[in-house]
């Protein structure tokens, strides 16, 4: 998961200088793990009591501490994220306290806590964005799928309140079972409130916090997965989806001319990103568990160093890098782990999803062809 | 010249961005990229009582020219004024 999603020239040109320096320009502070909904996939969330057992919240004063560290390290962009953040007792103190050292501050929410009060003190001094999750588009999903059976209401609410005080938005949503009949109407709300909207079809099949198994039914299958994704990039690309599906399958066809991807890590995550989970260790991203360095007391920048050394020295699945369908797939060192019990695993979760991507695909430029032939 | 203090620079690897923040969000909610001289001039702006003591400070600092240095500088103190990032405080604006 990147941290600094959708980002302006700028931002991608500070990014890229970063990668290269290894400056770690985009950091996320994983606040706490509490949310004052109780989603069934989210592999995050835990109740106070569980909580107590593994540890305790940082407070604001240890959360600034590291965010200045962060600072001398280079941090520009931080996340903030959780759980649902803005639970966080001192979440305003945080916020007011990276601003003032000239942070760009992204923030990660359900949306139902987003009262006026909280739209106005956003609106006196903009994030750059808040990333608002859907779960479904009405209460009923929100019942079924977070326990909260006004949900919707209340996120919807709050967006409302940051639109009309001109505070950036942006829509997520994960689809899983429980919800994945409401895509095309989560997609018409960003059309209707004119909002960008990033969808994910794939779930890590991750556990975290010492959690048990991790339950297969939690996510779609690979076709469904598959089916959720032809209509995201069908509804992204309107009139022209069959060209758009013809330029996706040259990707394809032609993968013997381009070159073999690297097996290191191709994203972000230990070149110019990390993340910073609720007990204040350091780890590349949400999704991935180790390395997990306690930066605590002074040891960001050590902490940095070390993430980024056994960053460099994972590597990914030799198979992956010639895959015909590397264009298209969406794997990466969290997924092989997860899918198979090692970074240089073949997810082949992930395989599957992408063949059958591939297949639709190319069912829709056989349709536009003859449609275009009876024309 | 003071800094409009809702402008904080900060120095990435070789690069230097100005980050708006407080109500300067309002008017520009992004940031912004800065060249050397401009960064340069940036730090200097509040330390200095004139413009013509900003030219001294960049002819004793970079090899140029001063009345290269004079242009330029007075170009980048414009756009600085005109977007709110500086403030004249002497009473007749002249600095």
Not at chain 1, 22 to 30: D, G, M, V
Not at chain 1, 118 to 127: G, I, M, N, T, V
Not at chain 2, 47 to 54: C, N, P
Not at chain 2, 66 to 91: C, F, H, K, Q, W
Request: aromatic letters at 8%.
């Amino acid at each position: 998961m990147e941290t600094l999603d959708k980002g302006t020239k700028a931002e991608e040109y500070l990014c890229m200088q970063a990668d290269r320096n290894k400056i770690p320009l985009s950091t996320a502070f994983e606040l706490l793990p509490l949310c004052n909904m109780n989603c069934e996939m989210c592999y995050i969330r835990m109740s106070r009591e569980e909580l107590a057992r593994q540890g305790r919240i940082g407070s604001a004063d240890e959360w600034l501490h590291i965010a200045e560290e962060m600072k001398e390290a280079g941090t520009l962009f931080v996340l903030l994220t959780g759980g649902e953040p803005m639970m966080h007792p001192q979440f305003w103190e945080i916020y007011r306290g990276l601003r003032s050292m000239g942070m760009v501050v992204t923030i990660n929410s359900n949306g139902t806590l987003i009262g006026r009060g909280a739209a106005e003190r956003f609106a006196s001094d903009l994030p750059r964005r808040v990333n608002i999750t859907l779960y479904g588009a009405d209460n009923d999903t929100y019942s079924r799928l977070c326990r909260n059976p006004h949900g919707f209401e209340q996120a919807m609410a709050g967006i409302r309140l940051l639109k009309e005080r001109q505070v950036p938005v942006k829509l997520n949503a994960s689809i899983v079972p429980e919800n994945k009949e409401d895509l095309p109407k989560l997609l018409q709300i960003a059309d209707d409130l004119d909002l960008p909207i990033e969808v994910n079809t794939y779930m890590f099949p991750c556990i975290r916090n010492g959690r048990n198994a991790y339950d297969p039914a939690a996510r779609l299958s690979f076709q469904e997965a598959a089916d959720c994704d032809i209509q995201i990039r069908r509804w992204e690309q309107k009139e022209r989806f069959a060209a758009y599906a013809g330029e996706i399958l040259k990707k394809w066809e032609r993968a013997g001319e381009s070159p073999a991807h690297s097996r290191q890590i191709a994203c972000r995550a230990g070149k110019s990103s990390c993340w910073i989970n609720w007990k204040r260790e350091m780890t590349p991203c949400v999704f991935m568990e180790q390395p997990a360095v306690p930066i605590s007391g002074g040891k960001a920048l050590e902490g940095w160093r070390q993430i980024v050394a056994a960053c460099a020295g994972i590597q990914l699945a030799e198979a992956c890098g010639t895959c015909p369908k590397r264009e298209i797939c969406q794997r990466c060192a969290a997924a092989a782990y997860w899918e198979t019990g090692e970074f240089g695993g073949v997810p082949e979760y992930l395989c599957r999803y992408t063949d059958e991507v591939i297949r639709r695909l190319n069912e829709i430029c056989r349709d536009a062809e003859a449609a275009a032939t009876c024309q | 010249m003071k800094k409009n203090r809702e402008f904080i620079m900060r120095t990435i690897g070789e690069d230097t961005v100005l980050i708006p923040v407080g109500q300067s969000t309002r008017e520009f909610n992004g940031l912004i990229t800065m060249n050397e001289p401009t960064a340069f001039i940036w730090e200097q702006i509040d330390q200095v009582d004139s413009f013509e003591a900003l030219v001294d400070k960049i002819t004793e600092t970079y090899d140029v020219d001063r009345e290269t240095a004079r242009r330029d500088a007075y170009g980048i103190v414009s756009r600085m004024v005109r977007n709110g990032l500086i403030v004249p405080t002497r009473e007749d604006h002249t600095w």
